[in-house]
């Protein structure tokens, strides 16, 4: 749902700039409106969902984890 909303307002941002009637403060923000939806859009199909099973391996405490650092040089 999400990624139609985000669709339908870059099309509308981008009708607003091809109609070219805009003053030149409201086209600058429909440019950067657009140009934030199509980042977001992008991200969106970079993400992938994790699997389930994926799910259940970090709820077991079996994934990688954070630990401090160990210096092994003798002093």
């Known amino acids: 749902m999400m990624r139609d909303e985000l669709e339908r307002v ?32 992008a991200g969106i199909d970079v993400a992938e969902p994790m699997e389930d099973s994926e799910k259940a391996s970090l709820d077991r405490g079996d994934s990688l984890r954070l630990v401090g650092a160990v210096d092994l040089q003798p002093h």
């Open 10 to 41: 870059r099309e509308w941002a981008i009708e607003q700039l091809a109609e070219g009637t805009e003053r030149p403060w409201s086209w600058y923000q429909y440019m950067k409106l657009r140009e934030a939806a199509e980042s977001i859009l």
